[in-house]
Protein backbone atom coordinates (compact mmCIF):
# COMPACT_ATOMS: atom_id res chain seq x y z
CA UNK A 1 0.00 0.00 0.00
CA UNK A 2 1.06 3.33 -0.22
CA UNK A 3 -0.16 6.83 0.71
CA UNK A 4 -2.49 5.76 3.63
CA UNK A 5 -3.87 8.98 3.74
CA UNK A 6 -1.48 11.03 5.75
CA UNK A 7 0.90 13.02 3.69
CA UNK A 8 4.30 11.85 5.44
CA UNK A 9 3.91 8.05 4.82
CA UNK A 10 6.01 6.79 1.67
CA UNK A 11 4.88 3.61 2.08
CA UNK A 12 3.53 0.38 4.22
CA UNK A 13 3.83 -3.26 3.30
CA UNK A 14 2.70 -6.07 5.79
CA UNK A 15 3.12 -9.68 5.44
CA UNK A 16 2.32 -12.50 7.75
CA UNK A 17 3.03 -16.24 7.57
CA UNK A 18 2.71 -19.13 10.04
CA UNK A 19 1.25 -16.40 13.45
CA UNK A 20 4.35 -14.20 12.41
CA UNK A 21 4.24 -10.94 10.52
CA UNK A 22 6.61 -8.61 9.78
CA UNK A 23 5.54 -4.84 8.58
CA UNK A 24 7.47 -1.66 7.20
CA UNK A 25 6.68 2.01 7.07
CA UNK A 26 8.52 4.27 5.56
CA UNK A 27 7.53 7.86 6.78
CA UNK A 28 8.45 11.29 5.85
CA UNK A 29 9.70 12.23 10.06
CA UNK A 30 13.00 11.90 11.55
CA UNK A 31 14.33 9.05 13.80
CA UNK A 32 13.71 11.48 17.30
CA UNK A 33 10.24 11.64 15.96
CA UNK A 34 9.18 8.33 16.57
CA UNK A 35 9.25 7.44 20.30
CA UNK A 36 7.17 10.41 21.48
CA UNK A 37 4.89 9.25 18.49
CA UNK A 38 4.74 5.47 19.33
CA UNK A 39 3.76 6.28 23.19
CA UNK A 40 0.57 8.58 21.69
CA UNK A 41 0.08 5.63 19.35
CA UNK A 42 -0.45 3.13 22.12
CA UNK A 43 -3.72 5.20 23.40
CA UNK A 44 -5.33 4.38 20.23
CA UNK A 45 -4.81 0.63 20.79
CA UNK A 46 -6.93 -0.32 23.30
CA UNK A 47 -5.83 -4.06 22.71
CA UNK A 48 -1.98 -3.14 23.15
CA UNK A 49 0.08 -2.71 26.27
CA UNK A 50 2.97 -0.68 25.01
CA UNK A 51 5.90 -2.04 27.05
CA UNK A 52 9.07 -0.27 26.08
CA UNK A 53 9.83 2.73 24.50
CA UNK A 54 14.24 4.07 23.44
CA UNK A 55 15.38 5.51 21.27
CA UNK A 56 16.05 2.79 18.52
CA UNK A 57 12.92 0.34 18.45
CA UNK A 58 9.45 0.46 20.79
CA UNK A 59 7.90 -2.81 22.39
CA UNK A 60 4.24 -3.58 22.52
CA UNK A 61 2.08 -6.66 23.84
CA UNK A 62 -0.98 -7.92 22.59
CA UNK A 63 -3.14 -9.72 24.65
CA UNK A 64 -5.22 -13.08 24.29
CA UNK A 65 -7.77 -13.74 21.75
CA UNK A 66 -10.09 -15.86 20.58
CA UNK A 67 -8.14 -16.16 17.36
CA UNK A 68 -4.51 -15.79 19.16
CA UNK A 69 -2.75 -16.53 22.50
CA UNK A 70 -1.19 -13.08 22.26
CA UNK A 71 1.97 -11.75 20.99
CA UNK A 72 5.01 -9.55 21.02
CA UNK A 73 5.34 -6.67 18.24
CA UNK A 74 8.96 -5.19 17.92
CA UNK A 75 9.26 -1.77 16.55
CA UNK A 76 12.99 -0.95 15.11
CA UNK A 77 14.06 2.64 14.01
CA UNK A 78 16.19 3.05 11.31
CA UNK A 79 17.03 6.29 9.61
CA UNK A 80 16.76 6.42 5.76
CA UNK A 81 18.63 9.74 5.48
CA UNK A 82 17.81 12.99 7.76
CA UNK A 83 14.20 13.62 7.32
CA UNK A 84 12.73 9.88 6.52
CA UNK A 85 12.67 7.19 8.73
CA UNK A 86 12.05 3.50 8.19
CA UNK A 87 9.91 1.47 10.74
CA UNK A 88 10.30 -2.52 10.96
CA UNK A 89 7.63 -3.84 12.64
CA UNK A 90 7.73 -7.73 13.74
CA UNK A 91 5.10 -9.48 15.23
CA UNK A 92 5.50 -13.14 17.39
CA UNK A 93 3.14 -15.26 19.24
CA UNK A 94 3.22 -15.62 22.75
CA UNK A 95 3.21 -19.40 22.24
CA UNK A 96 6.21 -20.23 20.33
CA UNK A 97 4.22 -23.26 19.01
CA UNK A 98 1.44 -21.22 17.37
CA UNK A 99 1.20 -22.56 13.68
CA UNK A 100 -1.86 -19.94 13.07
CA UNK A 101 -3.82 -17.09 13.91
CA UNK A 102 -6.21 -16.18 11.14
CA UNK A 103 -4.41 -13.03 9.96
CA UNK A 104 -4.45 -11.56 13.49
CA UNK A 105 -0.60 -10.48 13.60
CA UNK A 106 -0.75 -9.23 10.00
CA UNK A 107 -4.07 -6.82 11.56
CA UNK A 108 -2.59 -5.60 14.69
CA UNK A 109 1.04 -4.43 12.99
CA UNK A 110 -1.62 -2.88 10.59
CA UNK A 111 -3.07 -1.30 13.34
CA UNK A 112 -0.13 -0.37 15.14
CA UNK A 113 1.84 0.95 12.04
CA UNK A 114 -1.24 3.02 11.11
CA UNK A 115 -1.79 4.71 14.68
CA UNK A 116 1.80 5.30 14.79
CA UNK A 117 1.68 7.57 10.71
CA UNK A 118 -1.68 9.27 12.28
CA UNK A 119 0.94 10.68 15.28
CA UNK A 120 3.53 11.76 13.13
Not at 43 to 63: D, I
Amino acid sequence: MTNMGNARTISLEITSKRARGRGELVITAPVAALPPAVERAAYRLPTMTLTGVWQERAELSVGMTWKSFGSSIVLTFEPVDAGTTRVLATSTPAVPTTLSDWGQSKADLAAVLNAVAAEL
